[in-house]
């Protein structure tokens, strides 16, 4: 119940949580800062463990230990607030005026407009609160933290022995917690309203600490659980932090009064449900009735509900059990259908009923799904990942003689040197190909009569391949042999299988690689490096002869060709000089002279063209002055005209 000092007056002297305020404030105080500064410590820690040791438990253990310490601090700090504003209200301040200072005129713009931006920042701080943005401050560091440490892919690693210590110092703070959270559950709710609150915080916090001292005591190198425990405890104080975080938004929409007593933000229905047994509705029965004044229990519908949930349980489970009788088969995939634990049909892609579990069940089996086996594999198989079609090739498909490969199975052959007999030794990959037989009898083989059907075929084709590789060479399985070895392995595999009743069918068997061990590689590379050397020499010679016959060719038409552009050339100049010597003979036949004197005029037309003329006439300025020429402008052997004239100056009359 809240209380507004304008309405009440002096009359909160007399309530049991406004005199205990201050001893309350003092205490949530004391309690925060300590709690605070664990939180401090084990963030610091857990840096320094991201640093050199990321794949450690101790990363998410301690984050999610910190991050709900940090919770209860921030549930503590909430309420020191409202017990602050109680302790105020029994003894009010009295203010004290502020002066107004006369501002000068010679205080300038800039001065007066950070005045008011401070002001306006003040004003929209005080409208917010700080308790809000605490709350909102905390919240979002939680929610930060525990999504740095949230990874749920971490190693099953071996603690040793400071998981034990680790374990033994989460147990004594869970226990002093413990001894806090009884005396906050214990407390009358008149003198401490916000005491039940911080006791489900202080439930949180207890519960990621024993949670996180299990997965110590635990963790091993076999075990996956507890790092995965370890990771998941950080889910219940990153619920907490989202609903503190959602509270301190939604509090900007609530009108703020300093003189009504503040309520306490940092309620959680999640840590309300942290009780036994649990009472979800319950509690939120309880929300619903002291903030909108709404009783279920009042409610009709909600009291038939509650009585008709029993039956209709029962008839939806009943329901539920019966279902289980239908069975759906994928398209890629059959079922055995067992009846009292007797096989009695096989049941294709599709639904099918049957008697419920578990009075009928279905084993599920492959329906023609091809897979690919091969006859060796290494200790530690690495997972299959489909390779980019635009990227490097993959490991599996290296086929270098000089290294070991993964699928690799050492075979003893036969060999001769001369007279006598011997044997040597080869790697191969030799793979198969199959798949479970399409018939019905086929699935009910391979389900009941084989326990492990790629162990099964793994064993038969290593005594097949030993039986047969006993009787060949190395230069036959290397050449000529190879071309059937693939499928008289295949052959004698099938039959095997067959004998045994195992329901498997080989589809194709590929020899992917037969070569010497790694240690022979240097000395067969050497006899093929020769062999490819003499190829690439005869290869290269060959080049270069069709090079040089081809560079002659060129050469030799080049010069037929420059021979028959001189020809064709000489031949036009002397048909146009010829064309050009006719043309003037029958023109000087039919003009005579004049053609010749034309002829003339135009070759001294074309040789006078670019030079520099001086015309000299004595008829020009009258009879009386002849033209005269100074010759004391001229010295000897100078000439009149520039030297670059390509003729003589002319003198016309």
């Given amino acids: 119940m809240q209380v507004d000092l304008e309405q009440e007056g002096t009359q909160v002297a007399g309530l049991p949580r406004f005199q205990l305020a201050a001893a309350q404030s003092l205490r949530l105080r004391r309690w925060a800062l300590g709690l605070g500064v664990l939180a401090g410590i084990g963030w610091l820690v857990a840096f320094f463990v991201g640093l ?27 309420a020191w607030w409202v017990t602050q504003w109680r302790a105020q209200a029994m003894s009010p301040a009295i203010p004290v005026p502020l002066a107004e200072t006369e501002r000068s005129a010679a205080q300038g713009w800039y001065e007066r407009l950070l005045d008011r931006l401070s002001q306006r920042g003040l004003h929209l701080l005080t409208l917010i609160g700080a308790p809000t943005l605490w709350l909102g401050g905390w919240a979002l560091l939680v929610l930060l933290g525990l999504g740095q440490a949230w990874s749920l892919e971490l190693p099953a690693t071996a603690m040793g022995l400071s998981a034990k210590v680790g374990a033994a110092l989460a147990l004594l703070l869970a226990f002093g917690l413990l001894v806090l959270e009884r005396q906050l559950a214990q407390d009358n709710p008149a003198q ?22 299990l997965c110590l005591l635990f963790a091993s190198e076999r075990a996956v659980w507890p790092v995965r425990l370890a990771v998941l405890v950080g889910v219940l104080p ?25 309520p306490l933000l940092a309620r959680s229905f999640v840590a309300d449900t942290l009780c036994w047994p649990p009472q979800p509705f319950l509690a939120l029965q309880d929300e ?46 059959r079922g055995i259908y067992e009846r009292f634990g007797k096989p009695v049909q096989v049941f294709g892609p599709g639904l099918h009923a049957g008697l419920p579990w578990p009075l009928g069940r279905v084993l599920n089996i492959e329906n023609g799904v091809v897979h690919e086996l091969a006859t060796s594999v290494g200790e ?7 390779d980019p079609a635009e990227g490097p090739a993959p490991i599996t498909a290296n086929r270098l003689w000089d290294a070991s490969h993964v699928n690799d ?9 001369g007279d006598q007999q011997s044997f040597q030794i080869v790697n191969m990959d030799v793979r198969f190909v199959y798949r479970i037989g399409l018939s019905d009898e086929s699935a009910l083989a391979a389900t ?3 326990a492990d059907v790629p162990t099964l075929i793994r064993s038969t084709a290593s005594r097949i391949l030993v039986h047969d590789f006993a009787s060949r060479t190395l230069d036959g399985l290397l050449g000529e042999d190879r071309v059937g070895l693939g499928e008289e392995i295949g052959r004698a595999v099938q039959s095997d299988l067959q004998a045994l009743d195992s329901g498997v069918e080989i589809l194709a068997t590929v020899v992917e690689a037969i070569h010497p061990p790694a240690g022979a590689a240097n000395a067969y590379h050497g006899v093929q490096a020769a062999q490819i050397g003499a190829q690439a020499l005869i290869a290269r010679e060959r080049g270069a002869a069709a090079e040089a016959n081809n560079l002659a060719q060129l050469q030799a038409s080049l010069f037929r060709d420059q021979a028959s552009a001189n020809a064709s050339e000489t031949a036009a100049t002397a048909q ?26 135009g070759q001294l037309s074309q040789g006078l063209s670019k030079a520099k003329l001086l015309v000299l006439d004595h008829r020009l300025g009258g009879s009386s002055n002849a033209p005269t020429i100074d010759l004391r402008t001229f010295t000897l052997p100078a000439d009149p005209t520039p030297a670059r004239t390509l003729a003589q100056p002319g003198v016309a009359h």
Wanted: charged letters at 15%; a positive charge.
């Fill in 52 to 78: 050199f040791a990321p794949q450690s438990l101790w990363l998410p253990l301690l984050i999610n230990q910190s991050a709900a310490l940090l919770v209860l601090v921030a549930g503590l700090q909430s």
């Fill in 192 to 213: 401490w309203p916000e005491a039940k609150s911080l006791a489900q915080l202080t439930r949180v916090a207890i519960i990621s600490l024993v949670l996180g001292a």
């Fill in 238 to 262: 990153g619920l907490v932090a989202v609903e503190l975080l959602l509270r301190a938004v939604l509090s900007l929409f609530s009108p703020r009064r300093d003189q009504l007593e503040p």
């Fill in 288 to 333: 619903l009735h002291n903030r909108f004044g709404i009783d279920l229990r009042q409610i009709w519908a909600f009291s038939y509900m509650r009585r008709a949930s029993l039956p209709v349980l029962a008839f939806v489970a009943a329901v539920g059990w019966l279902l289980t009788g239908v069975h759906e088969i994928p398209l890629q995939g």
């Fill in 380 to 386: 530690n198989p690495a997972p299959v990942r489909a």
């Fill in 409 to 417: 199975k050492s075979q003893v052959i036969a060999s001769s040197r």
């Fill in 448 to 450: 009941y009569n084989s």
């Fill in 576 to 601: 146009a000089a010829d064309l050009r010597f006719n043309a003037e003979q029958r023109a000087y036949a039919s003009a005579g002279q004049a053609f010749v004197l034309e002829q003339y005029l």
